[in-house]
């Protein structure tokens, strides 16, 4: 349609170990609405055990996205988000009141700094893929495998589904 600008379909990663965890979660979810990122799918809330282990546990999800927003600017608007919901510089792997990570942007690979899609650390994370499975259940982009195979490698431990839902 003229002067429509194309949508790609996103996938964003969750998460938080700060505050109130779930109303971060949903706070974002309000932001990127307004933002020009329209949810379209939500996973469920999971109970995570943090990794490094010297934290709080987290609260993960994922959700599938349409977006007008390129790559950068996605990376950009993503950022802004968690800064207005109170994330400030910390220690890597750290706690943090909200964290977004892009982990799919279409079937695109892009290896640009600081932006890698797909996210490079998605295959070794549970609590990625756990949520991640909910709602991709086929062959996952540029990966090629589904997330529950992938998670079946990494295993279940640590990982806890909650009743909580997001849309
Ligand atoms: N995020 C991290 C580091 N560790 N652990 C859990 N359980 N969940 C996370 O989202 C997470 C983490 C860095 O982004
Ligand atoms: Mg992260
Ligand atoms: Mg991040």
Same mark, same amino acid.
């Given at each position: 349609?003229?002067?429509?600008?194309?949508?790609?379909? $996103? $996938?964003?990663? @969750?998460?938080?170990?700060?505050?109130? /965890?779930?109303?971060?979660?949903? +706070?974002?979810?309000?932001?990127? +609405?307004?933002?020009?990122?329209?949810?379209? /799918?939500?996973?469920?809330?999971?109970?995570?055990?943090?990794?490094?282990?010297?934290?709080? &546990?987290? #609260?993960?999800?994922?959700?599938?996205? !349409?977006?007008?927003?390129? *790559?950068?600017? #996605?990376?950009?608007?993503?950022?802004?988000?968690?800064?207005? @919901?109170?994330?400030? !510089?910390?220690?890597?792997?750290? *706690? /943090? &009141?909200?964290?977004?990570?892009?982990?799919?942007?279409?079937?695109? !690979?892009?290896?640009?700094? *600081?932006?890698?899609? *797909?996210?490079?650390?998605?295959?070794?994370?549970?609590?990625?893929?756990?949520?991640? +499975?909910?709602?991709?259940?086929?062959?996952? &982009?540029? #990966?090629?495998?589904?997330?529950?195979? #992938?998670?079946? !490698?990494?295993?279940?431990?640590? @990982?806890? /589904?909650?009743?909580?839902?997001?849309?």
């Amino acid at each position: 349609v003229t002067g429509q600008a194309e949508r790609h379909d $996103v $996938v964003i990663a @969750l998460g938080s170990n700060m505050g109130d /965890r779930l109303e971060h979660l949903r +706070a974002a979810i309000r932001e990127m +609405a307004a933002e020009l990122i329209q949810v379209q /799918r939500a996973s469920s809330v999971w109970e995570t055990a943090p990794v490094p282990a010297d934290q709080p &546990p987290f #609260l993960n999800a994922v959700v599938v996205a !349409k977006t007008a927003l390129y *790559p950068h600017q #996605l990376l950009a608007t993503l950022k802004a988000i968690e800064h207005r @919901l109170g994330r400030r !510089k910390g220690r890597r792997w750290g *706690p /943090r &009141p909200i964290d977004l990570d892009i982990l799919f942007y279409g079937d695109r !690979k892009l290896e640009e700094e *600081p932006l890698t899609i *797909p996210h490079p650390r998605i295959a070794e994370r549970g609590f990625v893929l756990a949520p991640l +499975a909910e709602v991709c259940a086929g062959p996952l &982009p540029v #990966l090629g495998a589904p997330a529950k195979e #992938l998670l079946a !490698k990494v295993g279940e431990e640590g @990982l806890e /589904r909650t009743d909580e839902a997001l849309l």
